[in-house]
Every structure is written in C-alpha cells, then in structure tokens.
C-alpha cells in the first residue's frame, strides 16, 4: 500500500484520500470506542497503521476526515469561507461548572460580567521594556518581595475586581470546570487541559497576570518569577513560599515536601508514591523524566502541544507529553495530599489560588519555548492549523478591559514583550539507559481483547506498520516530521480518581526497570476531574517510538511489546495500535 516515491504529489494526495474513507471506516469497526483518529486526534497526518489490516490515513484538518459531520459555527469569529473552520471560541456566557465533591469554596469561578463588549486583543507597544522572566532562586530575596507585594496588591482589590487575586484564580477554574461556554454551542464548555488548547491558554492567562501584577506595583517592567523545577536550583518549593508570614505562602500544600524536598517530577500521589531516592539519584532521575518528555517524546506538535480540540470535539482529545508529567504531577507533589483532591495545587479547580501556581506555569511556558528552539539539536514546529490559531480566550487586561486572544495572538513572545533568562536545561543529554534482562520479546503472548479493564498489568504485541510505510517521505510540506507512534485509545479513566498507569515498550519484567529506565515509555496521570458526564475522563495517549526503538535495537522487529501498568485508579483501555504520523 506504501505509494511510490515517483508520483506526483497531487496524485498521491488522491489516491490517499481515496484510501482514507475506507480507512476511517475500517478503524470505526476495529476501535469501536474510539472515534476516526482524524475526526478525534490527530492532526494534518498521514498514518500507516497496523491493526487487522493495514491501512492508511490522510487527514487535512479535518478536511477529509471521512468521519463525523462538520459542524457549522455561528457567528463571523472564525475567518471567513472556511465553512469547516472549527476553532473553540470562547464566549462571555458562563454557567456554574464541575466541581470534584469535597471542594472547597467558592464554588463558582465565572468572571464578572464585562459592561461592554470584548475587545480584540492588539500586541503591546514595541517600545516597551522587556520583561525578562528569571528563576525564583536567582532573582534574589527583592525581587521576590516584589512578587510578595503584587500579590498582596491583588489580595487586597475587592473581590469584585476582575483583576483581584481572588477573581485570577478563577480565571483558571472556569477554564477547566466547563464553566465558560463555547460560542454557536451553549451546550459545550471550553476545556483547556488534556488538548492542543494547553499551552496557549495558559500562556495568555499569564500574560495579563503578569501586566495586572506589573500594574499594581507601578513597575512596567516587572516579569514572573519561574519556579525551575527543572534545574537542580529549583527542584523543589522555593523557601520563600513557605515562610507563613509572606502572601506567597499557601497553608493548603504538601507539608511532607516542604523545603529542602527535592521535588519528584514523576511523583505517584498516595501511600507508597515516595522513591525515597537520594538527592543525587532524585535528580537524575528528574533529568530522564525531561528528557523522554521533551525529546524523545516530543518530535511532532500534536504529541507535544496536545491533541486537537475543535467546536463541537468532546472535551480533553488527549495531552501532550508536558502536560501529563512533569504538569500534572508537580501538581500533585505540591498540592495537600491528605485532601481529598489534594488541594489547592492538585486539582484544577483550585490551582489558581496558590501563588505558586503562576511561577509554576511560568516554567511550562518557558519549556514550550525551549521545545520550539533547539531541543533535540532540532528545530521544532507548531501547529499550523487555523482551528489551532483561531481558537480564542476571554480575559481581563490590567485596565480591567475584557479582552478576545486567540492562539495566533500569543506565538511570538518577543511580540508580547517577553523573555526566559537565567535557567539552562541541564537534562538536554540525559538519554535514559536501556535496562538489560527484562525480556523484551520471548515467546508468544496470550491475545488480549480490548477494550480493556486495567486491574492488572497487560502485556500485548502491538503490529508495527509494514517496512515500507515505515521509510515513507511525507506527503506534505518538506518540513514536515515524522514519527511512529504508540497509540492508547478509548481510555476511560475514573473522574473521581488520581489515575495513574505506566506504558513499558519490550519489558516484560517491566518491574526490573528502575526509575526512570529507557523501557519506560510513557505515563498517563490526571487529576481528579469530573467531566461533562461526571464520572468518566474519555481521552487518548500517544507515545513516540522512534527514538526508543532505536535505542532497545528493536528498529527491524515487525512488532512491539507494551505493557500497561496500572498504578492508581480505574481506567479502561480501548485499544492499542502503531501508527506512523507525520505533521
Ligand atoms: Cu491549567 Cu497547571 O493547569
């Protein structure tokens, strides 16, 4: 099935297109609980897939899905004569979201109403100082104070103040409670984890976080403060957020790793989720977990920024790496663990209201930004898709205007007056190490039939794509990556839940594999979540193997062992295939 690579371009496209409709309907009968993998996850890709029989895909932005119907997006925010044009816009009209039971009030986060219409967003003046952000444990005990005091400033506005810290925080509640409705679509909420909407929601968020806190102290040039958990430095709570008597400092955390605990960027909340590694041995570890994360794993936007997410998509289509760890698990590490959704750091309902939040986001934004340079000795891309680009945020600037950015709006950081200094990435080379004697293929494998219940390990040999799909070009532009990729879909993880399971490649002792071993492939961790339906978090997980292959000596095999760890919670797993993606 693999095209030859003497056609011509336009006459590859058709033939692929052809083969797509048959190809999303095949999948449709194979993955019963996932829907068309170009309708529901993945991006602009052209996939040789292995399952019963091979095929291939061709998704142009959901041009040629084949699969679900495009929905048409009422009012005039999404460009025009794209009648497909799909972006998750924003609108004013808020409604009480989800809360986890047990949370703790205030349980309605949706902003003050605006007395006028949002405005479009415009870049800041050229000529305006460089806010150069630094790390929490460079900038000094003064510039410190000077975070201290904005946020007493914010404290001290009246909660009806869309720029009081009471109201920032719930800017964040309301993003990933469901509160904030899409506009066309009063039904559905805007959700902005466990998607490509990830990183640029949270960037703009900060933005004007960072413009409010500029504004209160009278400083124009006043930047965040990064918590670099990243670096050794800053791998754990830095001092100044624990000391009671600073507004920095939260009652609602972790007492256990308070300073000097070094941080676990891979942490396993619950009884028994402590390495109790050394800080030596912590560290190294913590620099294999960035790496898989930022390198190995991260070779295309999608597994990077996230999954797309268009109007109408069901909400959370699946993380990129970043996301599910070291995210979602130094939110763990910091939040209470003896609450029952580990406030106020461990649930995203709360998260907002620790001032360590911002720092904390501060430093994700600033690893979108080592991604994009040149990590990996690679240069890497973004999405170019406009569903991408024109998806679109409602927030509050520091005159207190509500104001429309969309994903397009904040790509370029110099454009927003911006800048990371003062932390390396010390994790660059810190290529994990492959573990010997875990029996990486042996003897044949009992089927297993998904979908599937985790309650224990599952071991099963996935299919890689045919030889010749693996050394296909791509189709698309020249600069187009590709990769082979493990895809877990329909998974169903208990909302009520931290779930947590580990992805092992060709380990089938898997429990000889330490910490942080090249065998270990990927993570899937969320926080308690409560979704549309309540109780389910329906989502998806991509690992790349490129890299990882290579590395086992396993690039000639025809398949693959994965095993699935279960580590806490329910979950169930759709099903498992390889696919080779390019972007
Ligand atoms: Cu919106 Cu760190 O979560």
């Known amino acids: 099935m693999a095209a030859g690579g003497g056609s011509s371009r336009a006459l590859l496209a058709l033939r692929v297109l052809l083969l797509c409709a048959l190809a999303a309907a095949a999948a449709t ?36 899905s084949g699969g679900a119907p495009l929905l048409s997006q009422g009012g005039g925010a999404n460009g025009t004569g794209r009648g497909a044009a799909r972006a998750v816009v924003t609108d004013q009209r808020c409604v009480r979201g989800k809360f986890p039971p047990d949370a703790l009030p205030p349980l309605q986060c949706c902003p003050p109403a605006s007395a006028s219409e949002p405005v479009n967003f415009t ?27 904005a946020v007493a400033l914010m404290k001290a506005l009246p909660r009806s103040d869309p720029r009081s810290f009471y109201q920032q925080a719930n800017v964040h509640c309301a993003y990933c409670t469901g509160s904030h409705r899409q506009a066309g679509r009063p039904d559905l909420g805007v959700q902005i984890h466990f998607s490509w909407l990830f990183f640029p929601f949270h960037r703009a968020y900060l933005y004007f976080f960072e413009r409010i806190a500029a504004k209160l102290l009278g400083e124009p040039g006043f930047a965040l403060p990064v918590w670099t958990w990243d670096v050794p430095e800053g791998m754990g709570i830095p001092e100044v957020f ?62 990077f920024l996230g999954q797309p997410y268009r109007a109408g998509d069901p909400e959370m289509p699946g993380a990129g790496t970043v996301e599910w760890i070291p995210h979602n698990t130094m939110h763990l590490w910091t939040g209470d663990n003896s609450r029952p959704n580990a406030e106020n750091m461990g649930v995203y309902y709360s998260a907002g209201r620790d001032p360590i939040f911002y720092p904390h986001h501060a430093n994700i934004d600033r690893l979108w930004e080592s991604w994009r340079g040149i990590v990996g000795g690679r240069r890497r891309a973004d999405f170019a898709d406009p569903d991408w680009l024109d998806s679109s945020f409602l927030l509050y600037d520091e005159e207190a205007r509500l104001v429309r950015i969309t994903v397009r709006d904040v790509l370029d ?28 293929r042996g003897g044949r494998l009992a089927s297993v039939s998904f979908p599937v219940s985790l309650d224990a390990a599952v071991t099963a040999e996935v299919r890689r794509p045919p030889p010749g799909a693996r050394r296909r070009r791509s189709l698309q532009e020249e600069q187009a990556r590709e990769e082979e990729v493990l895809m877990v879909e ?17 380990a089938r002792e898997y429990r000889k594999v330490p910490p942080g071993g090249r065998e ?12 549309k339906e309540g109780t389910v978090v329906r989502t998806s997980m991509t690992v790349a193997l490129g890299e990882l292959l290579e590395d086992l000596g396993a690039e000639g095999d025809d398949s693959v062992t994965v095993t699935l760890v279960p580590v806490r919670g329910k979950v169930r797993i759709g099903g498992l295939k390889i696919v080779y993606m390019a972007e």
């Open 29 to 64: 009968i194979l993955v019963p609980l996932a829907t068309s993998p170009c309708a529901r996850s993945l991006s602009r890709s052209i996939l040789a897939a292995t399952g019963l029989d091979p095929y291939l895909l061709f998704c142009a932005g959901g041009d040629a």
């Open 123 to 149: 870049l800041p003046d050229p000529a305006e100082p460089l806010r150069t952000r630094r790390p929490v444990h460079a900038v000094g005990a003064e510039y410190m104070a000077k975070y201290a005091r």
């Open 242 to 303: 624990a000391d009671e008597a600073s507004p920095l400092y939260d009652p609602i955390r972790e007492p256990s790793h308070a300073p000097p605990k070094v941080a676990d960027l891979d942490y396993i909340l619950g009884g028994g989720g402590e390495k109790n590694l050394t800080d030596e041995q912590q560290i190294l570890h913590n620099f294999r977990v960035m790496y898989k994360q930022m390198i190995s794993g991260a070779t295309l936007p999608s597994l």
């Open 413 to 440: 950081i110099g454009k927003l007056r911006y800048a990371y200094a003062g932390a390396g990435l010390p994790w660059l080379n810190a290529r994990p190490p492959v573990t010997p004697g875990v029996n990486p």
């Open 490 to 506: 329909g998974i169903e993880a208990d909302a009520a839940d931290f779930v947590r399971f580990d992805v092992y490649v060709n």
């Open 520 to 531: 270990m492939a990927g993570t899937f961790a969320t926080l308690k979540h409560p979704g």
